[in-house]
């Protein structure tokens, strides 16, 4: 899948704080797709999937509510593994991994 | 000043007094007239004493209240007579058709202190006679037209053949025609 | 001007039938009590399939609007109509309405709130729903029930202003009553509005122009978005003189956002709207042949508010009678005279104001009562009393 970055224009509407003669009408977000919107500092902790013990049974893929999860081919197995841009560690996955492949690990955030 | 006719209908639920009140309308926007014509809307139920309201004008206007000073009442059920106050509010001089089986003499005596013009019709009669069915609203319009040509009574006609399609529409046409004759003062 | 085709309707009949002249393409409705006669007739004509449009009758008044909301956000004409406790039940998706920018129609058959319970006539539903951001009129005639149910698509789909509107009709004594109505041919009415919606591109469900809406906006941009309403709002004053203009010149019918009668040489004037204004162009008539020097000013629209047309209007007049047949309870003014109170402010040469609330749940103010307002107004100002309130037409 082609990942999408904000278009130019939405980007500026952020930044420049666009007024009333810019914004678009009614709240109406002319961008389809939250791909440009990372949500990855949300959390304190963060699922680690155990790749060994993955089973590749999709559960964690299908709970995700933010589509973070992706499926990896390693050695011709699928694996699940996390996309720490999206997801906001709401830890569903945790609980639906059948095999308890997923370690819900307490994660430090530096400042650059 | 242009002459504003106020009409009210006194009746019982399901006798026809609000198609009544609308058909006489109709005929009258028919012919180029300005009207408002509405029923009094309650807790309406079949047997219960309604009104209805028609308000006719040969020019616009633009009162927009319930008629409490009629120039006309009609009684479409006798029964009426001794439970509702039919003459409430009518002007002097004014005009009350009454669906009366017995004598106008006996009609009169309901009537004894009101400075009006009486008039009376077998109405029911000549509803079952015609008809087959006790409706005698339409009957009474054809009455009414009599005593008071509000509207022609081939405009009536006119609009009561189109809302009563094919022979029920004939037959009420009759109807209307024989009570515009038989009317009595 | 074209020639009309007159037929004999109540005020509910010709809402209806301006709908269907319309076919708009989505009508969802809440069918039972206290609904009008304007769905029960438009429900005919869906099933004798005189127009396309797709009727949905829905289980309340709440998801009657929030199902216009849908339609009309994908770019369908919607249009509605509900009464007294109908509308307050969609007061919350009005918002959501106006806010999205959907410009939905919605016939008002204005009654009164329970309770007690009560079907009957009254401005009070219309009148707390005039801060929705919605465009409000108001119709004193089945005439004007059927030409304003035309001249509001034409407003509120101005790609300049993209707002809801809503008129109303009072119930029973317009909804109700047969009256003379002068209808435009389907042809000439469907010129009229044009066969589609404009519709800015960021603002409609289809698959070319994808979008997010009734998204989370929180103190960043909110305030922003009220204000583009805020601005439609103000345009629409614009707007609605113009569309009414073209729509005088198809029908040959006058039209005005407020209709002056008699207020030249007028020393004394009526302020109403809806119904009541007929009332008042009686009593003027009535007052002129004895001498007075009377006049009255019916508010069509009444969101956005004509202030300065009104100004212009009343300037010069010594003392206004507001006809207010809606309720407020505890206010300093009658709803209607405290936004003319406003409108004229710190102008010179402005009239005392004396506001009468009348008519609650359907109770007839009767023409001798409105000489009575006249000739109390007009002590009033003899005593030099600026703003009064009183109600009139009830038993002590």
């Known amino acids: 899948m082609k990942k999408k970055e904000i278009p130019i224009d939405i980007q500026n509407w952020h930044i420049n704080k666009w007024g009333t003669e810019k914004l678009p009408i009614g709240g109406a977000v002319p961008f389809h797709s939250s791909y440009g919107y990372k949500t990855g500092n949300w959390s304190a902790r963060k699922p680690f999937v155990d790749q060994e013990k993955c089973t590749g049974c999709l559960n964690c893929f299908y709970y995700c509510p933010d589509s973070a999860i992706e499926m990896q081919e390693i050695d011709g197995k699928y694996v699940a593994e996390c996309d720490f841009n999206y997801c906001k560690g709401c830890g569903i996955c945790v609980q639906h991994c059948p095999v308890n492949a997923i370690e819900w690990t307490k994660v430090r955030w530096h400042t650059k | 000043m242009v002459k504003i006719v106020d009409v009210r209908i006194n009746g019982r639920g399901g006798q ?4 009544a009140s609308r058909l006489l309308a109709e005929a009258a926007i028919l012919e180029g007239q300005y009207v408002h014509a509405f029923p009094n809307f309650g807790p309406e139920r079949a047997g219960a004493p309604v009104t209805s309201f028609s308000r006719i004008c040969s020019e616009p206007f633009t009162e927009k209240t319930e008629v409490y000073n009629p120039d006309i009442v009609v009684v479409i ?5 001794g439970e509702v106050q ?13 669906n009366y089986e017995g004598k106008i003499e006996s009609l009169k005596y309901y009537f004894e202190e009101v400075d009006s013009k009486i008039y009376k019709i077998s109405g029911t009669r000549i509803a079952r006679e015609e008809l087959g069915i006790n409706k005698p609203n339409m009957v009474m319009l054809g009455a009414l037209l009599k005593v008071a040509p509000v509207v022609k009574l081939e405009s009536l006609i006119k609009v009561t053949k189109e809302r009563f399609k094919g022979v029920i529409g004939e037959k009420n046409a009759k109807a209307m025609k024989r009570a515009y004759n038989e009317v009595e003062l | 001007m074209i020639n009309p085709i007159v037929k004999g309707m109540t005020g509910d009949e010709a809402v209806a039938w301006a709908a269907k002249q319309i076919n708009p393409d989505v009508i969802a409705a809440y069918p039972i009590t206290p609904q009008t006669i304007i769905v029960e007739r438009f429900s005919d004509y869906v099933n004798d399939g005189l127009v396309d449009t797709s009727y949905i009758p829905v289980e309340s008044e709440h998801s009657a609007m929030s199902a ?14 509900t009464a007294s406790a109908g509308l307050a039940l969609m007061y919350e998706i009005l918002y959501v309405a106006s806010g999205m920018r959907l410009p939905i129609v919605l016939a008002v058959a204005n009654r009164a709130f329970s309770a007690p319970i009560n079907i009957h006539g009254e401005c009070t539903d219309q009148m707390v729903c005039r801060d929705a951001s919605w465009i409000s009129l108001f119709g004193e005639t089945a005439q004007e029930a059927y030409d304003e149910t035309i001249m509001s698509f034409k407003i509120g789909e101005n790609p300049e202003i993209m707002l809801p509107t809503m008129f109303g009709i009072e119930g029973f004594i317009v909804t109700h009553a047969l009256e003379r109505v002068d209808t435009l041919p389907d042809k000439a009415v469907k010129d009229f509005l044009g066969d589609k919606r404009v519709i800015p591109p960021c603002c409609t469900f289809n698959p070319f122009a994808v979008g997010t809406f009734g998204s989370l906006v929180l103190q960043d941009n909110y305030m922003e978005l009220k204000r583009q309403q805020e601005e439609a709002m103000h345009k629409a004053y614009y707007v609605t003189k113009n569309v009414m203009a073209e729509f005088s010149e198809i029908s040959g019918r006058n039209y005005e956002i407020i209709e002056k009668y008699k207020l ?13 204004a007929g009332n008042a162009k009686a009593v003027v008539d009535r007052l002129r042949e004895k001498g007075e020097k009377v006049g009255t000013l019916k508010i069509r629209l009444y969101r956005p508010y004509p202030a300065s047309d009104i100004y212009e209007a009343l300037k010069g007049i010594k003392a206004v009678s507001v006809l207010d047949r809606s309720a407020t309870f505890g206010s300093p003014a009658t709803i209607a005279q405290g936004d003319l109170a406003a409108a004229l402010y710190g102008k010179e040469d402005v009239p005392t104001l004396h506001g009468y609330i009348n008519g609650l749940g359907g109770r007839v103010l009767l023409l001798p009562e409105i000489e009575q307002i006249y000739e109390q107004s007009k002590n009033y100002h003899e005593e030099g009393k600026a703003l009064t309130q009183d109600w009139i037409g009830y038993r002590r």
């Open chain 3, 264 to 276: 030249e040489d007028a020393e004394y004037a009526f302020v109403s709207y809806g119904a009541t």
């Open chain 2, 86 to 98: 039919v003459v409430e509010g009518l002007k002097l001089g004014g005009t009350i058709i009454c």
């Open chain 2, 77 to 81: 059920d006798s029964s009426l007579l």
């Open chain 2, 16 to 19: 026809g007094a609000v198609t």
């Open chain 3, 68 to 81: 216009c909301v849908g339609a009309s956000a994908t770019g369908a004409r919607v249009f509605t109509a």
